[in-house]
């Protein structure tokens, strides 16, 4: 089975930052995406930003220019560096891996609460 830990979220002011960490564990084989996702109160989830095994990364507009999605291989860990946050981007960010053949994997999220 494969685990997805997910670290680093908390409460920031507007402005701020956060790096947000995502550690896959088990037997993970060969990772074809892996990145964040975010859920809003009372809104669906949405794709913040993701990491393909073409070494390409994916944005949400919202967050072009503030977030950067970055992947240790060996590691297998995934990062969210967020910057100059603010409160519309409050929300549970949740870490999401699939790989090659395709399995698709969830953690449980992390807490990010932005103040204005």
């Known amino acids: 089975q494969v685990q997805l830990v997910e670290s680093g979220g908390g409460l920031v002011q507007a402005g701020g930052s956060l790096t947000l960490s995502c550690a896959a564990s088990g037997r993970v084989g060969s990772i074809a995406v892996m990145g964040w996702y975010r859920q809003a109160p009372g809104k669906s989830r949405e794709p913040v930003g993701v990491w393909r095994s073409d070494g390409s990364t994916n944005y949400a507009d919202s967050v072009k220019g503030r977030f950067t999605v970055s992947r240790d291989k060996a590691k297998n860990t995934v990062y969210l560096q967020m910057n100059s946050l603010k409160p519309e981007d409050t929300g549970v960010y949740y870490c999401?891996?699939?790989?090659?053949?395709?399995?698709?994997?969830w953690g449980k999220g992390t807490q990010v609460t932005v103040s204005s």
């Open positions: 999401r891996l699939i790989t090659t053949p395709v399995f698709n994997y």
